[in-house]
């Protein structure tokens, strides 16, 4: 079974930093383009990092450029990102997700077909 | 930036009918980078449709997706009680990649 578990969320103050990481199995994640896109708390979808296969072709949002930091490790399977200088607006629940490839696609911006269930940042004093 | 609108917000149908769901692009988007997810409270999106009328595995036929250009439409023929959900589409072609706002189908 294709399976994402995210883990490292919590309850963190304004300015803090924390560590999402996103265990992957049952797929090759050495070839699977990564990202991370979140969900404030009644709210939308919001895409918020992706990372090539090999771990470079590395884009942010706007929101979050020069704070977060998108990493992977392929020989554990792991999707990572690093978030500094919280900020009250980043409170969301953060979903790592698979790109989907298929044919007659070109560039770096792919659809999800594999999800996390999700780990819940809370920045609040 | 392409900004998705989704319309109507909410849709409220009886199990049975049929749903149309409607996505508008600001600017235009190439067909195959346009796609659909449905999304039950407290669990993640889960993908519907890609290319802008692919089903995604498992996913059941009364689900199809249409449109071209900046207007996207995903159709449900026959509303079964586990479609009641909160539905958005996502372009991929430019970034930053953007979601619209969803559309919610509850229980008439």
């Known amino acids: 079974e294709m399976q994402l578990v995210e883990s490292g969320g919590g309850l963190v103050q304004p300015g803090g930093s924390l560590r999402l990481s996103c265990a992957a199995s049952?797929?090759?994640?050495?070839?699977?383009?990564m990202k991370w896109v979140r969900q404030a708390p009644g709210k939308g979808l919001e895409w918020v990092s992706d990372?090539?296969?090999?771990?470079?072709?590395?884009y942010y949002a706007d929101s979050v450029k020069g704070r977060f930091s998108i990493s992977r490790d392929n020989a554990k399977n792991s999707l990572y990102l690093q978030m500094n200088s919280l900020r009250a607006e980043d409170t969301a629940v953060y979903y790592c997700a698979r790109g989907f490839d298929y044919d007659g696609l070109t560039g770096w911006g792919r659809a999800c077909d594999i999800w996390g269930q999700g780990t819940m940042v809370t920045v609040s004093s | 930036e392409i900004v998705l609108t989704q319309s109507p917000g909410t849709l409220s149908l009886s199990p049975g009918e049929r749903a149309t769901l409607s996505c508008r692009a600001s600017?235009?988007?190439?067909?195959?980078?346009l796609a659909w997810y449905q999304q039950k409270p407290g669990l993640a999106p889960r993908l519907l449709i890609y290319?802008?009328?692919s089903r995604a595995t498992g996913i059941p036929d009364r689900f199809s997706g249409s449109g071209s250009g900046t207007d996207f439409t995903l159709t449900i023929s026959r509303l079964e009680p586990e479609d009641f959900a909160v539905y958005y589409c996502?372009?991929?072609?430019?970034?930053?990649?953007?979601f619209g706002p969803g559309t919610k189908v509850d229980i008439k």
């Open positions: 290319g802008s009328s």
């Open positions: 990372i090539g296969s090999s771990g470079g072709s590395i």
């Open positions: 049952g797929f090759t994640f050495s070839t699977s383009r």
């Open positions: 600017q235009s988007v190439s067909s195959s980078y």
């Open positions: 996502q372009q991929h072609a430019t970034s930053p990649l953007t």
